[in-house]
């Protein structure tokens, strides 16, 4: 049982470029998010999922593209990579209960390092 | 506007008692929560609060004024492990998180 796995772990980029962040999890959890983190702020919500075929957009989804075409894997899309788009990137998936599909009982992959110079 | 306030270090000793404090002004509430993250890791969860009071698991508690918009979490026999950053969330009205900073803790011998 292995998670959430994210791949790659540490990435530079070159602007302009672009790269999709892999994110899996075993758990059969319907929830899955992608933020960003960034020094001296909180976790920022990019885009999320509640189940397969359906996506929508966080707090900070400009530049980004994802898709979820199964249960297990949501990829993150950086579709022309920008230095303000350096930082730690964590997906995140929860269990539904009570009629929500999001508990806040959060588990996190290990995250990926972008750099984009 | 969403608002999630913690301090952003706090020092403490190994084997005291620290108390993280948490304010926060969000659209809807439906739960606090508490995380853990070392230095270079995925956060872990800790707890959670949705009715006022105290939440006790083990060394660590939580406790939630949801009228004063006001969560602590209090970390008793502190020890060199517990050195990590404690970071507070809120559920919105949207079943989305939000996110406080994040209070660096430092334990010292």
């Known amino acids: 049982n292995a998670g959430v796995t994210q791949t790659p772990k540490f990435q530079v980029l070159k602007t302009g470029q672009s790269m999709t962040l892999q994110c899996a999890q075993d758990?059969?959890?319907?929830?899955m998010s992608w933020y960003r983190q960034d020094p001296g702020m909180g976790l920022r919500l990019i885009h999320y999922s509640v189940g397969a075929g359906i996506t929508d957009q966080g707090e900070v989804p400009n530049g980004y593209n994802v898709s979820r075409s199964t249960t297990e894997d949501f990829p993150l899309r950086l579709l022309s990579a920008a230095p303000s788009q350096t930082s730690v990137y964590f997906c995140?998936?929860?269990?539904?209960?009570?009629?929500?599909?999001?508990?806040?009982?959060?588990?996190f992959g290990e995250g990926s390092r972008l750099t984009v110079l | 506007g969403q608002n999630i306030d913690q301090p952003t270090e706090m020092t403490a000793t190994e084997g005291a008692i620290v108390q993280i404090n948490c304010t926060y002004q969000?659209?809807?509430?439906?739960?606090l929560f508490w995380y853990q993250q070392h230095a270079g890791e995925a956060p872990t969860f800790l707890s959670y609060n949705v009715l006022d009071g105290l939440e006790e698991k083990g060394r660590f508690s939580s406790f939630l004024s949801r009228s004063k918009g006001y969560s602590y979490l209090l970390l008793k026999e502190l020890q060199m492990k517990d050195s990590a950053s404690y970071l507070c969330a809120v559920m919105d009205s949207n079943y989305q998180l939000i996110w406080g900073a994040g209070t660096k803790l430092i334990i010292k011998p």
């Open positions: 758990m059969n959890h319907e929830y």
């Open positions: 969000t659209s809807g509430f439906n739960g």
């Open positions: 995140a998936s929860s269990y539904p209960t009570s009629g929500r599909v999001n508990t806040g009982e959060l588990f």
